[in-house]
């Protein structure tokens, strides 16, 4: 059997390495080694680990959309906690992936303060954003871990998902913004970002949910 250092595997931008009959503790030991500063994502389900690397127009895409959530976030007033790709892990499912941005709305009082989570205690992010270019979203492991709302971003199209019954069903509008058309109106103001720029999208959009709000009181 052939052994391969971790430092011999390169991960060109847009492209996967799959590795399979990888222990938990190789796991553990593989992100240790990978350290936090890196570009690379992971993801694992039951033996089978996937390194990827994301493609710059992946980046913008997550960066936008996550700022846009963000600002509605703030316009709404509503606390809420970013963690970006932070690894989530549960050992006794053996599953966990770093997902392209994720929020802790609902549940963040519950982990306000922390520095660590466990997700064996903790609860997972209530709401995951994946970027589909070139990876794959896992909604299995999402579902092991019970995130409640996964958004994925594919082909130009925004697919917000619940989970109910333990399985991720497509909805039109996202529980935690009721009324707000978001699948269509993300969109627009991310293709608009690519030639008005990020400082006037947001600004604009910050317009659209204050009027909005106005007109729903």
């Not at 959530?69 to 007033?77: G, N, P, S, Y």
């Not at 971003?153 to 058309?181: A, C, H, K, M, W």
């Amino acid at each position: 059997m052939v052994h391969l250092a971790l430092q011999q595997i390169s991960v060109p931008p847009g492209q996967h390495v799959l590795l399979r009959d990888v222990s938990w503790q190789e796991f553990e030991a593989i992100l240790q080694e990978l350290g936090d500063r890196r570009g690379s994502r992971v993801a694992y389900e039951k033996g089978v680990l996937e390194i990827w690397m994301p493609l710059p127009e992946h980046e913008f895409d997550k960066e936008i959309i996550g700022d846009l959530l963000k600002a509605l976030l703030e316009e709404l007033d509503i606390e809420f906690l970013t963690l970006g790709s932070t690894t989530f892990k549960n050992k006794e499912l053996s599953v966990g992936l770093e997902p392209d941005q994720c929020f802790y709305i609902q549940n963040e009082p519950r982990i306000r303060g922390k520095k660590r989570l466990d997700l064996a205690v903790d609860p997972p992010p209530d709401l995951a954003l994946e970027i589909d270019i070139t990876s794959r979203t896992h909604p299995t492991i999402y579902r092991a871990l019970g995130v409640p709302e996964l958004w994925r971003f594919e082909r130009g199209q925004l697919q917000i998902n619940i989970l109910q019954n333990g399985e991720y069903v497509e909805v039109s509008d996202s529980p935690t913004f009721p009324d707000l058309p978001l699948n269509s109106i993300l969109l627009q103001y991310l293709e608009e970002s690519r030639t008005v720029g990020r400082n006037t999208v947001m600004k604009a959009f910050r317009r659209w949910v204050r009027e909005s709000i106005k007109s729903d009181g």
